[in-house]
């Protein structure tokens, strides 16, 4: 299974089109800002099923700030990262994907591209897809039992 992780777009819908070309992904992750580009992004590409979360610039109290994924046997908690202070430290995430028995945590927010791992969760950040700097995104692929992902930037 591919699926491509998308953030901080801020009205960018290009890169993410050109993002979902380059990996045909089974799933479309938007980690917020802009809720409106992913659903934008939904109409061009139905076929893919998407889901996001809001992020600190979508103005969606209705939504909740994180959502549970379960794939496989992996556990992958998606959020914008705002709430966890990550422009600070990832030392509240590392602590959240302990306490949560998480697989991977993604978050975006800081617009800069992250993957690493915090004892057994890997944390990624996709960077931003819009218009600062390069657009980056993620690809999260989960074959054979295992989780891997993979950080890209479009040229």
């Not at 994924?69 to 966890?84: A, E, K, P, Q, V």
């Not at 430290?89 to 959240?96: E, P, R, T, V, W």
Request: overall charge negative; aromatic content about 8%.
């Amino acid at each position: 299974m591919r699926i491509l992780v998308l953030s901080d777009s801020h009205g960018a819908i290009a890169p993410m089109e050109q993002a979902v070309e380059r990996t045909d992904p089974h799933l479309i992750l938007h980690l917020g800002d802009c809720w409106r580009d992913a659903e934008r992004l939904h109409q061009n590409f139905p076929q893919i099923p998407l889901q996001q979360v809001p992020g600190n610039c979508d103005f969606r109290p209705e939504e909740p700030t994180e959502q549970l994924l379960c794939l496989d046997r992996f556990r992958i908690l998606m959020c914008h990262g705002h709430t966890y202070g990550v422009k600070q430290s990832l030392l509240s995430a590392g602590l959240a994907a302990e306490a949560q028995n998480l697989d991977l945590f993604l978050f975006g927010h800081t617009h800069r591209p992250y993957c690493d791992w915090a004892d057994t969760s890997l944390l990624v950040n996709p960077g931003s897809i819009g218009p600062y700097g390069p657009p980056a995104y993620a690809l999260v692929c989960i074959e054979n039992g295992k989780l891997r992902a993979d950080l890209h930037r479009l040229p």
